[in-house]
């Protein structure tokens, strides 16, 4: 009891994911696939004797394979979101990242972006439509 069973023997280091990540945060319009894994990667550098990460863009990009640009706009957008916070280091020319706590439910997260009741209302109801076209193809054929 308590194991967990994946497809695959993990032999290498493992990131868990927090599922609000994915699940919650991804119903707000500027949260995209990027900003998971710029969140993950700044993440996998959280250092536990400074409480903070501390890699450069530079870094980052060239960990995710995304372009420099990318990566900032995704910091941006974690920012925003108050998933982390930036601040200069005092004894680097880097900043460092600061994790916040991220909300669990959907509410929580409407209740702080009001903006994203709207946006998954109409995500959900175009999700909704092609459901049931595909459906309709299904049962026709």
Not at 38 to 62: C, I, M, R, S, T
Not at 103 to 113: G, N, R, S
Request: include cysteine; hydrophobic fraction near 35%.
């Amino acid at each position: 009891m308590g194991e967990h069973k994946y497809p695959y023997e993990i032999t290498e280091h493992y990131i868990p994911s927090v599922n609000s990540l994915r699940r919650i945060y991804t119903q707000h319009k500027s949260f995209n696939g990027n900003c998971l894994l710029v969140y993950e990667l700044l993440f996998d550098y959280w250092n536990a004797n400074y409480g903070y990460a501390f890699p450069n863009v530079w870094q980052l990009a060239a960990d995710s394979g995304l372009g420099e640009s990318t990566v900032k706009r995704s910091i941006s957008t974690l920012e925003y979101l108050e998933l982390i916070k930036k601040k200069r280091s005092e004894i680097a020319a880097n900043n460092v990242y600061v994790f916040k706590k991220p909300v669990k439910t959907i509410e929580e997260l409407i209740a702080k972006f009001p903006e994203v009741e709207k946006h998954r209302e109409e995500r959900l109801a175009k999700l909704k439509a092609s459901e049931m076209s595909s459906k309709k193809r299904f049962a026709a054929s």
